[in-house]
């Protein structure tokens, strides 16, 4: 019984997820943030996040070239580089 309890768990929170509702720019500035320490928390969640940004960062038209120039123009904007 508790398994099946923690596998619905699993199961809901993944698909909330996979919508993109906690970690979403805009739902993160209105709900003041703790939703998305509390999905946060649960690293089924953190996974699901990290598949997603993976499977979209694969889907460009030039898979990791943008993903890389992006971080290059941020540090150089910080000083790092």
Same mark, same amino acid.
């Given at each position: 019984m &508790?398994?099946?309890?923690?596998?619905?768990? &699993?199961?809901?929170?993944?698909?909330?997820?996979?919508f993109g509702v906690p970690y979403t720019p805009d739902y993160y500035k209105n709900a003041g943030g703790a939703i998305t320490i509390i999905f946060s928390l649960f690293p089924w969640d953190l996974l699901a996040k990290g598949f997603q940004d993976l499977g979209a960062a694969a889907l460009g038209p030039s898979p990791g070239a943008c993903l890389a120039k992006q971080y290059f123009q941020l540090c150089m904007r910080a000083g790092y580089v």
């Open positions: &508790l398994s099946m309890c923690i596998q619905c768990h &699993l199961r809901t929170t993944q698909t909330v997820v996979v």
